[in-house]
């Protein structure tokens, strides 16, 4: 038989295990609830209009960048490739959306040929430069055209994260650029468990 110390002590083991929030411990920053980065409506290289509906019962990563980029974009996407193939069977429910800060050269063409490298799903998405403007306040996204030798030799500073969003299409992580492939892995793993 317990005493009465003993049933106490169990009695509030059992509470604190029934009301302790079991958050999950994501890798990249948790911004769950962000009042920002809630939809978009923008045309895909292949001249669809797409928005976060249009993915639902994925998870979706969302980055910006521009086709030029000599080293933080393509890395950003390849990475991306390669979680989406070490997911295996679950790769279909990982969806790869490329924005591009840089409409006045990044045409549906050259965006098209740019996905190619990468993934035959992933997806790459533009709007007007005024469109552009609206799109990076709603996001907090930084960029900036610096110019070159010649009017067409510029290149773009950038943001360089990207933002993830879980199946029911919600905002979720924020990922900073260098995080690798592995450590996005993981919290695409954990946001498709949640949703299973």
């Not at 969302?62 to 295996?88: I, N, R, Y």
Request: net charge neutral.
């Amino acid at each position: 038989m317990l005493d009465r110390r003993t049933l106490i002590a169990l009695a509030a083991a059992t509470c604190l295990a029934a009301c302790t929030d079991t958050k999950p411990s994501f890798t990249a920053v948790d911004i769950t609830g962000a009042d920002y980065a809630r939809d978009f409506h923008l045309t895909d290289h292949n001249g669809k209009e797409r928005s976060l509906q249009d993915f639902r019962g994925k998870v979706v990563v969302v980055f910006f960048g521009f086709a030029q980029c000599p080293d933080v974009c393509p890395t950003s996407m390849a990475e991306l490739a390669q979680v989406k193939q070490s997911l295996g069977a679950d790769g279909d429910k990982l969806q790869g959306l490329f924005v591009t800060v840089d409409p006045e050269r990044d045409t549906p063409y050259v965006l098209k040929a740019y996905m190619a490298n990468f993934d035959p799903s992933f997806l790459a998405l533009r709007t007007s430069p005024e469109g552009l403007a609206a799109l990076a306040k709603d996001f907090k996204v930084y960029y900036k055209k610096v110019e070159g030798k010649t009017p067409t030799s510029y290149t773009m500073d950038h943001s360089a994260g990207s933002y993830v969003y879980d199946p029911q299409g919600r905002l979720r992580l924020y990922v900073r650029y260098g995080s690798g492939a592995d450590a996005l892995l993981a919290d695409v793993r954990q946001l498709l468990k949640q949703a299973g």
